[in-house]
């Protein structure tokens, strides 16, 4: 079959893919609505609603390593299927979670949820890195991504307009309401969350019906498969395990401190620009701004996508590094609406590291591609903890002064994109006419 022909039958799964990217991108970017919501709702300190992200993100930590297994077993399509029916259940959940005004049964449910969308990612990055050649991996990766970008944009809209315009009221000021007043304001409350959950979760199961009608490609990591994975200089070391490939774990490190940035900033972005001293803006309307962010992030990766055609991928994710470390630098010295603007600006060179660093990570790796897979998809942990150690932080020096949780993080991704990512790759086989 020929590059072109292979190009033709790739576009309609490409195509078909995006969906996938566009849902979890609304759904992951929905708890940066909810932390603010939950926080006011059940008046949690920083570390406790920062509890939010850290059950979300902690299923990438549990849940990765079993759904590397099932892919390799099952095959990508029915992985996809069987991670957007667990995402849908764990919507689903959000109803008795909210009628009864339980945070634990929140927690739980946003940890189904979760682990829906991990299989969900364990299965179609690598499959999108395998639908096509290998030198455009990266870019093709950032494209379908870009897509991951826009719904993490809608999802601030629509989270602000549809929870975030309920206005909490105080303890003091549910004591004063009369028990019918309390009943409406507790059934309105809790059908500000109720009502976007449930569209989510039929939209989950409708995709999922969907991809389990569709004629998609049967990739998998076989001995042919890898092969065209293959870097065309062999790997120097061959490893027995996905643990020997340096670039791997080093690319691993990578995905936790930039999903850990990445939702540190987008959990406290509201909270920050609710604050007198930094804007004194409104909770929906710090919500709408926080659209700006992550729409930033979408056109970025389109950006990105098209440059890196040209650009080698690591002195991208290098220079997008520094420009983000630079960025929260001086948010923290300027304060005011400068410090709102160096965040938000944030989202623009975030755009291509997640799949960048994501497919160098995965660059040779061959039989190993599904599990390296699941490697890093457990490392997206990152973005429970790194969060826990921001609100940490933020309850005892400030909110401002504590996103120097992911400065920090941004200086170690410009180091994996300038050193770190690259595979130990053996001397150039000689010619064939130079050989005696």
Not at 33 to 60: E, G, N, R
Not at 126 to 138: I, N, R
Not at 192 to 205: E, K, M, N, R, W
Request: with cysteine; aromatic share 12%.
């Amino acid at each position: 079959m020929s590059k072109q022909m292979a190009s033709q039958n790739y576009t309609q799964p490409l195509a078909v893919l995006t969906s996938l990217f566009f849902m979890w991108g609304l759904i992951t970017s929905l708890n940066d609505i909810l932390i603010p919501h939950m926080k006011a709702i059940f008046d949690l300190s920083f570390v406790q609603a920062a509890l939010i992200q850290f059950s979300f993100f902690t299923a990438y930590f549990v849940m990765s390593f079993p759904s590397g297994y099932l892919v390799e077993k099952v095959g990508y399509k029915q992985g996809i299927v069987i991670g957007l029916v667990v995402a849908g259940v764990g919507c689903l959940l959000f109803y008795p979670a909210a009628s009864v005004r339980s945070y634990p049964f929140f927690l739980a449910a946003l940890f189904i949820l979760a682990s829906g969308i991990t299989l969900l990612q364990v299965a179609a990055n690598p499959y999108v890195t395998l639908l096509g050649q290998p030198e455009t991996a990266s870019s093709r990766l950032n494209l379908t991504q870009a897509f991951n970008s826009l719904g993490t944009a809608v999802g601030p809209l629509l989270g602000s307009v549809l929870i975030l315009s309920v206005a909490i009221k105080s303890a003091d000021e549910m004591k004063a309401l009369s028990p019918e007043q309390l009943a409406a304001y507790t059934a309105n409350e809790a059908a500000s969350v109720q009502t976007p959950y449930l569209i989510l979760a039929g939209v989950l199961f409708t995709i999922a019906v969907v991809f389990a009608l569709l004629k998609l490609p049967a990739i998998r990591d076989s001995a042919a498969g890898a092969a065209e994975a293959q870097p065309e200089r062999p790997l120097a070391q061959p490893h027995d395990s996905v643990w020997g490939y340096r670039h791997l774990v080093l690319g691993a490190l990578g995905i936790f401190v930039y999903v850990g940035a990445e939702v540190s900033i987008g959990s406290f972005l509201v909270s920050l620009m609710e604050q007198p001293e930094i804007a004194g803006l409104t909770s929906e309307a710090a919500g709408k701004y926080l659209a700006i962010y992550w729409t930033g992030a979408m056109i970025g990766r389109f950006i990105g996508g098209v440059l890196m055609r040209w650009i080698r991928p690591g002195h991208m994710l290098a220079f997008n590094a520094l420009m983000n470390a630079a960025l929260i630098a001086l948010a923290m010295g300027a304060g005011g609406k400068a410090a709102m603007w160096a965040l938000i600006a944030i989202g623009l060179f975030n755009s291509i590291m997640f799949p960048t660093i994501f497919s160098l990570a995965l660059e040779g790796l061959g039989k190993f591609t599904s599990e390296g897979s699941g490697v890093l998809c457990m490392a997206i942990v990152g973005g429970a903890l790194v969060p826990l150690v921001q609100a940490f932080f933020a309850d005892r020096i400030g909110l401002l002064y504590s996103f120097a949780v992911p400065l920090l993080c941004y200086l170690y991704i410009v180091y994996y994109g300038a050193r770190g990512h690259n595979p130990d790759y053996g001397a150039a086989p000689a010619p064939a006419a130079a050989k005696r």
